[in-house]
Nanobody, 113 residues
Framework: QVQLVGSGGGLVQPGGSLRLSCAAS????????MGWYRQAPGKERELVAL???????NYATSVKGRFTISRDNAKNTVYLQMNSLNPEDTAVYYC???????WGKGTLVTVSS
């Protein structure tokens, strides 16, 4: 049973924007801190951003000021707005529910001209 469904990846030019979405079941969303990780080719998976039920957020230094994580409790969805993208942001992005330890399938973001 799929618990987290991520979407929104694609190809974008440097300097462009994308928004990722991750829909979760209500039972997961309401009880979990939600986050986004990414894994670039040949690199370890890294935390990009997280948000808890109280709207506390935290970001990786590399994306601070460019990415914004948010959650819509009515839609059980977490978003990652990515602006000023650069080639170093190219990776597969994974949604994560921390307490339940669920992972989304991953969505590919490619930043290239």
């Amino acid at each position: 049973q799929v618990q987290l469904v991520g979407s929104g990846g694609g190809l974008v030019q440097p300097g462009g924007s994308l928004r990722l979405s991750c829909a979760a079941s209500r039972s997961i969303f309401s009880t979990n801190t939600m986050g986004w990780y990414r894994q670039a080719p040949g690199k370890e998976r890294e935390l990009v951003a997280l948000i808890n039920s109280g709207q506390y957020t935290n970001y990786a230094t590399s994306v601070k000021g460019r990415f914004t994580i948010s959650r819509d409790n009515a839609k059980n969805t977490v978003y990652l707005q990515m602006n000023s993208l650069n080639p170093e942001d190219t990776a597969v992005y994974y949604c994560h529910a921390f307490q339940s330890r669920y992972w989304g399938k991953g969505t590919l973001v490619t930043v290239s001209s």
